[in-house]
């Protein structure tokens, strides 16, 4: 849901009336404070207390305020954590416990996850490299995305 942002409103009462307006309307339209204070051109702690001020209510804010925001350093140092306990654990498996069809599918999802790990080292070994150069590099696939797990 991308906003445009619009110009600030002058520092008139009549500009401060027309900015309220525009804020009761984006808040009723679902959009969060971040949202709300890029297209009007506050900062978002100003907005938060004009917000409270006034009474408006953000129906957005009470949604996410209970949501972790994603965090790349968290998710990053999660998902090496689950893959080094997952590889510390293969020796305690016993081959001749399973059956052919469940080591057919172990090896199909492993090499599935593989695949992903593979893909996903090659992107990091590319940011390593551009970090050491000083060039940033634009997030890719693995940029911020809907906050779909952790």
Same mark, same amino acid.
């Given at each position: 849901m991308g906003t445009v942002k619009t110009r600030p409103v002058a520092n008139t009462r009549a500009g401060r009336a027309l900015r309220l307006? #525009?804020?009761?309307?984006? +808040?009723?339209q679902g959009l969060s404070i971040t949202q709300i204070a890029n297209d009007?051109?506050?900062g978002e702690q100003r907005l938060r207390i004009i917000v409270i001020r006034e009474r408006?209510?953000?129906? +957005?804010?009470r949604?996410? /305020?209970?949501?972790?925001? %994603?965090?790349?350093?968290r998710i990053l140092d999660r998902t090496c954590s689950e893959?080094?306990?997952?590889?510390?654990?293969?020796?305690?498996?016993?081959l001749a416990d399973l059956t052919a069809g469940q080591i057919?599918?172990?090896?199909?999802?492993? #090499?599935?996850?593989?695949?992903?790990?593979?893909?996903?080292?090659?992107? %990091?070994r590319s940011a390593e490299r551009h970090a050491k150069h000083?060039? /940033?590099e634009p997030a890719g696939p693995t940029g911020p995305t809907a906050a779909s797990s952790v």
């Open positions: 307006i #525009r804020i009761r309307e984006l +808040a009723a009007v051109g506050l408006i209510d953000v129906p +957005a804010d949604v996410l /305020r209970k949501s972790r925001r %994603l965090s790349s350093p893959a080094e306990h997952v590889t510390a654990d293969v020796r305690l498996i016993d057919r599918e172990a090896v199909r999802r492993l #090499r599935k996850a593989r695949r992903a790990l593979t893909r996903f080292v090659i992107q %990091l000083g060039i /940033r």
